[in-house]
């Protein structure tokens, strides 16, 4: 099945920074690829998603681009905010037989912004 | 929007008790419904895939008969902890997307369920 690493597992950082968080996968398969940003105790709320079509794209402070030679994405956050604080999880996701499409998550990134 | 609702909350109950939890999607229909099970500051683990009328498909490793899912209807599935003991606490979030391949999952706000 799918293998999802991600990281740093821990990112601190200054406001007004710059966070990137990097994950690769393992099958080739895999096509589309969404991050979630989860607060804690909250719902994991996507944040921004990337299809294997496309190399990068980008939403105001947020871009995630994707390399599918190397099978490695990331995820840039410029000028960061302290309320960007949160656990980020990557994902990969690929048909998995019949009907059933699923995601493979990452192990997530706690960001951390110092005011 | 894509609203998608999980109730309850939270639960606290007795070893041996069933607990039975809801995922709803609210303002669109889901074909396909998802539920993980996350530990603390651990990763969202897939535990089955749910669609509309027919039988969940659950990942290896996690049991059928302990996990009963129901998918009857467009926007309800549920996910029935059978003989709840303390290893199955956990936070058990739901996710529902639309019919087209591949699209976002969106997340209920979970169920913390603590088997006393």
């Known amino acids: 099945g799918e293998n999802v690493e991600q990281h740093p597992s821990t990112l601190s950082v200054q406001e007004g920074d710059s966070a990137v968080i990097k994950c690769t996968y393992s099958d080739s398969a895999s096509n589309y690829f969404p991050w979630y940003k989860q607060e804690l105790g909250k719902r994991p709320q996507l944040i921004i998603d990337?299809?294997?079509?496309?190399g990068e794209k980008k939403d105001q402070r947020i871009a995630v681009t994707l390399n599918k030679t190397a099978k490695h994405f990331s995820l840039h956050i410029t000028e960061t905010q302290p309320e960007d604080s949160a656990v980020y999880f990557c994902a990969a996701g690929m048909n998995s037989g019949g009907s059933n499409y699923k995601l493979t998550f990452g192990k997530g990134t706690l960001l951390t912004v110092n005011p | 929007g894509a609203v998608v609702s999980q109730h309850p909350s939270w639960v606290i109950c007795k070893s041996g008790t069933s607990v039975k939890i809801e995922c709803r999607s609210l303002d669109f229909q889901a074909t396909t419904m998802f539920w993980y099970r996350q530990f603390p500051k651990q990763s969202l683990m897939l535990m089955a895939t749910s669609n509309e009328g027919s039988k969940a498909t659950y990942e290896q490793g996690v049991e059928k008969d302990k996990f009963l899912i129901n998918h009857a209807s467009l926007t309800l599935s549920t996910l029935t902890v059978t003989s709840a003991h303390p290893e199955d606490s956990s936070f058990y979030i739901c996710s529902a997307r639309k019919h087209t391949n591949p699209q976002p999952q969106h997340f209920g706000d979970g169920t913390r369920l603590s088997i006393l």
């Open positions: 990337i299809r294997s079509n496309v």
